[in-house]
């Protein structure tokens, strides 16, 4: 248990202050969580993916798992939105679309180390990439392919996996300063996940207990399930069982809030689950590790 405190303290701590520093100063985050789209957040994915040693033909079964566990928790959870009498639109998206990038990456690499960050990685795109297209298109009713060919996110994977595949060199500077602007991602998104949290409350609370406990629940019952069919080494098979208990994404309230969707009753979701997290993750962690 003082190795699960170790993992998640640090991911907690900074989520913590990121939440008392927005209630006595109220900072304005839009530009730096801009940035950290745009920037420092596919500078991150660029320099894992183009990193030495990255051999990507040993992730393809996990990035077929991971879409599975995002598709599958909403199979899942759909028959149990309509009896509970709940919107697909409001309540589907957050139940498939987890915290992979604020809490996965940063959880990874504080429980399996540096070297499990190229398979936490894949799942945040897997996750991310289906985010954008299939959460899109259940929002809107429509994907544009023109618009998702713009994301930084995506361009910085397409390259990545150019360099990667290709084995082409990345001149060591260069790659330095990329990989120094990727080191400010992690940290700044947890911050701007405890300064995002005072701006939810807890009136659609039956919701938000709903989500709490069917987000990791349905994620985890998929999870297993895969585990079973689809060969995966042993720590693989560990980091898609945390992936599948991860909470609902900031996103999801986020792109709700853009769209007009019942932004406070997808906040409730994402704040209750985000919550539920600090008893699921270390749980989840114990079992695992």
Same mark, same amino acid.
């Given at each position: 248990m003082f190795q699960v405190f170790e993992i998640v303290f640090p991911i907690f701590a900074i989520v913590a202050l990121g939440y008392f520093y927005a209630r006595k100063f109220g900072p304005d985050m839009a530009s730096a969580n801009r940035l950290n789209l745009e920037l420092f957040t596919p500078a991150l994915i660029f320099s894992v993916l183009s990193s030495e040693g990255f051999e990507l033909e040993r992730y393809g079964e996990l990035a077929l798992a991971a879409g599975i566990v995002v598709l599958g928790s909403g199979l899942l959870v759909w028959p149990i939105s309509r009896m509970l009498g709940y919107k697909n639109q409001v309540f589907l998206p957050p139940m498939m679309f987890n915290n992979s990038g604020n809490m996965g990456l940063p #959880? +990874? #690499? &504080? +429980? &399996? /180390? =540096? !070297? !499990? #960050? @190229? $398979? +936490?990685?894949? %799942?945040? %795109? *897997? =996750?991310?990439t289906l985010h954008f297209t299939v959460g899109n298109a259940m929002l809107t009713g429509h994907v544009n392919p023109l618009k998702l060919i713009r994301m930084p996110m995506l361009a910085a994977t397409l390259a990545g996996l150019v360099v990667a595949v290709f084995d082409l060199g990345v001149p060591g500077p260069l790659h330095e300063a990329i990989d120094l602007l990727g080191q400010i991602a992690i940290p700044l998104m947890l911050f701007a996940l405890g300064v995002r949290m005072t701006g939810v409350d807890l009136s659609d609370w039956r919701i938000g207990m709903a989500g709490a406990i069917l987000c990791p629940l349905s994620g985890l019952v998929v999870a297993v399930a895969v585990v079973l069919f689809v060969e995966l080494p042993a720590i693989q098979q560990a980091q898609l069982i945390v992936f599948a208990a991860l909470p609902p994404a900031v996103l999801n309230f986020m792109l709700a809030e853009r769209y007009g969707i019942e932004p406070r009753k997808v906040a409730a979701v994402v704040l %209750? /689950?985000? &919550? !539920?997290? %600090? $008893? *699921?993750? @270390? $749980? *989840?962690l114990y079992f695992v590790l």
């Open positions: #959880l +990874a #690499l &504080f +429980a &399996f /180390g =540096e !070297a !499990a #960050l @190229p $398979a +936490a990685m894949i %799942l945040f %795109l *897997v =996750e991310n %209750l /689950g985000n &919550f !539920a997290s %600090l $008893a *699921v993750i @270390p $749980a *989840v």
